[in-house]
């Protein structure tokens, strides 16, 4: 996996993860040049209800660090020193990095461990009976689905960020799939000493 | 209809007080319900889900008057229906409580509209008003074009969607839900669980015996059973968009 | 060989999985073959007792009797009756006997007396008198089975005329002798008591030279004469009767008693009142029909002859009548069996279609497929038969007594091979027509709709779903019922149909039973077992038909119980759905019942009913046969509807697929 440049996985803001913005970014500049206020528009379309956090400034900060690592060059277009007048275009490595993006079939991780460990722990320390965590975390997993689902509702047939929601709601039904799962084991093991 | 206006409108639809239900006795005897405390508000959509063998379907038919408790106490708009007659347990059915269940118990040699109309000509309606309410019931689920079908001529989505017409037929103060969408693919799942929030929309209050997960999160609030006892309890309508950009993985 | 075990096995394991149903069955089918049986062997069961008779009383092959003409004055001639004696062919003879009409009353007895059939009669029985030596006859010499032979002052009376009469040795009795005037312009003559005397019964005996009480027939009045009588000439030209003249009244459905000669002429009021019989024998006995009708009597005086298979066939005239009777009992029974079997059948012909698809799914083909079904119903079938044909074998002695009248019992009555055959043919056409159709269904469903269980999907029947929604709930639930099955509600009028047809025709029978029985003022042994056995007739027609409306009524709450579970979970009360099952039977019950009316009045036409103005039963009869038809069947269909009704409502949504 190519090391994302100058950025760091674990930066605390409450903005998007930025590597994900720094792709879309360039891809959405690869048929042609954009205004900066033109690609946040088109990523508040792709995220729909979920654009609402999209921080104001989140894509301009991004583009800057883009441009500072020669993946887009920008032009001045009217007026200077406004942000919103510049113009972006996709470099060369800009490209050859969308390429890369593109074809890169890694995965977002999924990470049960933590949660499973988490049973174990607590079972083996008495502390708490895995059984209501995972009821607890049952409820707190499907009011996020609720969530999700009720927004997924809320979109027109065919729009693009129904897919997005749906997707949400996929992974959580396929986690609390396994969380029953464990409620079954937890429960079974009761009994045992 | 005058039965409703005699019961209560104010205070839950709905309340249950240690209701128990046992089969079998001795060393074989079962506990299905152990001791439920259940309230249900009006206009709520409550979702009761749990692993298969945990009483929910149970609690569904005790509170329907399909199935008399033990012991405890059912009180349905303020009226007290677990010690009622069979005779008045049917009246109350036909006039406060609508049933949608699993296996969809649609008349096999009837069309969905005589299938829709059937609750309201048990009440006593004339055959016109039942066919003319059984006809704006079905444009609700959306099933006018297919009024005239056999059951056997519908797919299991659209089997379900008459009998939920058939449910509302009287105007009932609850809809019982058993696992409605336990025999259905997952396009025809879709379809009923957007006619639930539909439902649920429109002010109509619902139980929903469920174990999937998707018509589960349809409620306003949602309780877990295991072993004939609530676990779990959550409120599943108050505002969570910003733990949606978590979900997405949209934030860290 | 292997597939005919495979058959054999799994026909007797899926009948002893239902034993209630295929008991029902054989019920069903064993009253027909029973009935059947007895009506068959009846035939000819008298024959027997008859021949030991004739053998024991050196019966008479040729019977001639002759009468005087008393309002001419005139003796009869006897030298026509000796002629006869002399006639070729003739081996042997006894008389001429003296005989005379009487009037038999029973001393002490005031009034009327109950006969064992329970009719009233007058005080009064008719009887002929014959005239008898005390020494042995060569030819006629009736058998004593109680006391002994005639006496001056002695009366020995015919055996089944003493049964009837409940009178034995040592009772009292007087005999008299009426006389009337001539018929006047339409006018029926007075008659008054010519001669009335005391006597003793010293005896009781058996011949086999009459026929039996009431029947017994001398001179030209008898059914076989009736209608030539007409053609016959006249007395001497010329002669007409004196204006007081009187003649001797013919007895009224007499018995036979003997006196001694001498008592006889005491009772004569005049000698031309007296009639003779001779006994003859013949040289071949066979001869004896030829014999008679060589001597068809071609004028007033000449001799009446009566062979003895005249004679015999009057007494087999006693269980004719039955067995006639239980011949179409058995053809309604067999009908309703039908009925029974096809509702039975078709009921589990629904179980039975899955099974039918397993059969199917692992290699057996459609063929094996009805040949088990069919299997199963057949061997029931053939069980019954034999039952019946056992059944009836053992109980037909007790219908075929012929009466007191003969001597030696009925002996075990012949199964023959034919009656074996028709019975066991029958057996098997009940069983075959009420299977058929079915069978041949369920074997050519296909294997996936078997599996499926959707072989049987419930008629729909829109004009009546739009109908019954105008009906109150009830009526509803019950019109959709039955529409959903509705060859089983054709059977159930069917079944209605049939058996009050057979009611409304037995109480048309007993109807001219009464009316024939006032006319002639007396009883008939006959007639008391033929009443019996109408009864028997009716009850079990009765009784079958209840069992196969409580059969259909517990059918028809099984199959419906999806559909009343839903009916009441979606709000109809438990009394609604059971009046509803209920109705279900009932209405075709009602239509069954309505037409049972006039056929029942056919079938009584159709039986040679309707003399004396007797078109059918009494009008309050018939108008009760419908109400009381529809409150039996309502209350025997009560209790299977109403358990069908009160099964827990969960329990059956939660296994019953939709």
Redesign the interface.
């Given at each position: 996996m190519p090391d994302a440049i100058g950025v760091s996985m674990r930066e605390p803001s409450h903005g998007y993860q930025l590597r994900v913005v720094q792709e879309v970014l360039l891809a959405l500049l690869a048929k042609e040049a954009s205004h900066g206020y033109q690609l946040r528009a088109r990523l508040q379309l792709a995220l729909g209800p979920l654009a609402d956090a999209l921080n104001q400034g989140q894509v301009y900060v991004t583009l800057n660090r883009l441009e500072k690592a020669d993946l887009v060059t920008s032009e001045r277009v009217g007026q200077a020193d406004r942000p919103d007048r510049k113009v972006y275009e996709l470099t060369a490595a800009g490209k050859e990095r969308l390429e890369e993006w593109l074809e890169d079939t890694s995965w977002p991780k999924p990470a049960p461990a933590e949660f499973h460990l988490k049973l174990v722990a607590a079972a083996a320390a008495e502390l708490a009976d895995p059984v209501r965590l995972v009821d607890a975390q049952r409820h707190a997993l499907l009011a996020g689905l609720a969530a999700a689902q009720r927004a997924a509702l809320g979109e027109p047939d065919g729009s693009v960020a129904g897919l997005l929601l749906e997707g949400v709601v996929l992974r959580l039904q396929a986690d609390l799939r396994w969380l029953e799962a464990c409620a079954r084991y937890w429960n079974a093991t009761k009994g045992r000493p | 209809m005058n039965a409703n206006e005699s019961l209560s409108r104010v205070g839950p639809v709905l309340r249950t007080r240690g209701l128990k239900k046992e089969y079998g006795r001795g060393a074989g005897l079962v506990h299905a319900l152990d001791g439920v405390e259940l309230e249900v508000a009006s206009g709520e959509t409550l979702a009761v889900m749990g692993p298969s063998g945990c009483g929910k379907s149970t609690l569904l038919h005790l509170l329907g008057g399909l199935e008399r408790p033990s012991a405890g106490e059912v009180w349905l708009a303020g009226r007290r229906v677990d010690q009622l007659s069979e005779k008045a347990l049917a009246r109350l059915r036909r006039h406060s409580i609508g049933f949608v269940f699993q296996a969809f118990h649609l008349m096999d040699e009837l069309t969905a509209v005589e299938n829709v109309e059937l609750p309201a000509l048990l009440a006593g309606s004339s055959p016109r008003a039942a066919r003319r309410r059984a006809a704006e019931l079905l444009e609700r689920v959306g099933l006018t074009d297919r009024a005239e079908h056999l059951p056997s001529a519908l797919s299991g989505g659209e089997r379900q969607r008459v009998a939920v017409a058939r449910a509302l037929s009287n105007e009932p103060l609850i809809v019982l839900a058993d696992e409605p969408t336990g025999n259905l693919d997952s396009a025809s799942t879709l379809d009923v669980l957007r006619l639930l929030d539909s439902l649920r929309s429109s002010g109509q209050t619902l139980l929903i015996v469920t174990h999937d997960s998707r018509i589960a999160a349809t409620a306003d609030r949602l309780i877990s059973m295991r072993d004939g006892a609530f676990v779990e309890e959550t409120r599943l309508t108050h505002g969570t968009t910003g733990r949606l950009n978590e979900l997405a993985g949209l934030e860290s | 060989m292997g597939r005919l075990l495979v058959v054999l096995r799994l026909a007797a394991r899926d009948l002893r999985r239902r034993p209630a149903e295929a008991a029902l069955l054989l019920l069903a089918i064993m009253a027909a073959t029973t009935t059947l049986t007895l009506g068959l062997v009846l035939r000819g069961v008298t024959d027997k007792p008859y021949e030991s008779t004739r053998a024991a009383t050196a019966g008479p092959d040729v019977v001639a009797s002759l009468s005087g003409d008393a309002f001419l004055d005139q003796p009869a001639d006897l030298a026509a009756l000796r002629a006869l004696t002399d006639a070729p062919g003739v081996t042997d003879h006894s008389g001429p006997y003296p005989l005379i009409g009487v009037e038999l009353n029973v001393d002490g007895v005031a009034g009327s007396r109950r006969t064992p059939s329970g009719d009233t009669i007058g005080g009064e029985a008719g009887a002929w008198a014959e005239g008898r030596d005390p020494a042995a006859a060569a030819v006629d010499q009736p058998e004593l089975t109680q006391g002994g032979w005639v006496r001056d002052g002695g009366v020995v009376l015919e055996a089944g005329f003493a049964d009837a009469l409940e009178l034995g040795v040592g009772d009292k009795i007087t005999l008299g002798t009426r006389v009337c005037g001539l018929w006047i312009g339409g006018e029926p003559p007075d008659c008054r008591v010519a001669e009335r005397r005391s006597f003793e019964v010293v005896g009781v005996a058996v011949t086999a030279a009459a026929k039996p009480y009431p029947n017994v027939c001398f001179g030209l009045f008898c059914p076989e004469f009736i209608g030539a009588v007409d053609r016959l000439a006249g007395g001497p030209p010329g002669e007409e009767p004196a204006a007081d003249a009187e003649g001797p009244q013919e007895p009224v459905e007499p018995g036979l008693v003997w006196l001694t000669e001498a008592n006889i002429r005491a009772l004569a009021p005049t000698e031309a009142g007296l009639s003779h019989v001779v006994n003859l024998k013949l040289a071949d006995p066979t001869d004896a029909p030829a014999f008679v009708n060589d001597r068809f009597p071609t004028s007033w005086s000449a001799p009446a002859l009566q062979s003895w298979q005249d004679i015999r066939a009057g007494h087999d005239q006693l269980v004719k009548d039955t067995a006639e009777a239980l011949r179409i009992g058995s053809w309604l029974l067999g009908l309703l069996a039908v009925a029974g079997v096809a509702v039975l059948v078709g009921g589990r012909m629904a179980d039975q279609t899955r099974r039918v698809g397993l059969l199917k799914a692992v290699g057996g083909t459609p063929r094996l497929v009805a040949v088990v079904l069919l299997a199963e119903y057949m061997a029931l079938a053939l069980l019954a038969a034999a039952v019946g044909l056992a059944a009836g074998w053992l109980a037909a002695p007790l219908l075929a007594d012929p009466g007191a009248g003969l001597v030696g019992g009925a002996g075990a009555p012949v199964l023959t091979i034919s009656t074996v055959g028709v019975v066991t043919a029958v057996a098997l056409g009940v069983a075959a027509v009420a299977t058929f159709v079915p069978a041949i269904r369920a074997a050519r469903t296909s294997t996936v709709h078997a599996l499926a269980d959707a072989a049987r999907?419930?008629?729909?029947t829109p004009w009546l779903?739009?109908i019954s929604?105008?009906l109150p709930?009830p009526l509803?639930l019950g019109l959709?019922v039955a529409?959903?099955r509705p060859r089983r509600v054709v059977w159930s009028a069917a079944s209605i149909f049939i058996v009050v047809t057979g009611i409304v025709a037995v109480l048309a029978a007993r109807a001219q039973f009464h009316q024939d029985a006032q006319l002639v003022g007396g009883t008939d042994p006959s007639t008391d077992r033929f009443n019996q056995v109408m009864l028997v007739i009716t009850v079990s027609l009765v009784a079958l038909a209840a069992v196969n409306a409580i059969a259909v009524a517990w059918a028809t709450a099984l199959d419906a119980r999806?559909?009343s579970a839903?009916?009441?979970?979606?709000?109809?009360?438990?009394?609604?759905v059971s009046t509803g099952l209920s109705a279900a039977q009932v209405l075709p019950a009602l239509v069954g019942a309505v037409l049972g009316i006039p056929g029942g009045l056919a079938l009584f036409r159709a039986l040679g009913g309707g003399g004396d103005g007797v078109t059918g039963p009494p009008l309050w009869q018939l108008l009760a046969v419908v109400p009381v038809t529809v409150l039996v069947v309502a209350a025997l269909t009560t209790i299977p509807a109403r358990l069908g009704a009160?099964r827990?409502?969960?329990e059956i949504?939660?296994s019953?697929?939709?």
């Open positions: - | - | 999907p419930p008629r729909r779903i739009a929604a105008r709930v509803l959709r529409a959903r999806h559909s839903l009916a009441r979970a979606l709000g109809a009360t438990p009394q609604q009160r827990p409502v969960a949504l939660q019953e697929r939709a």
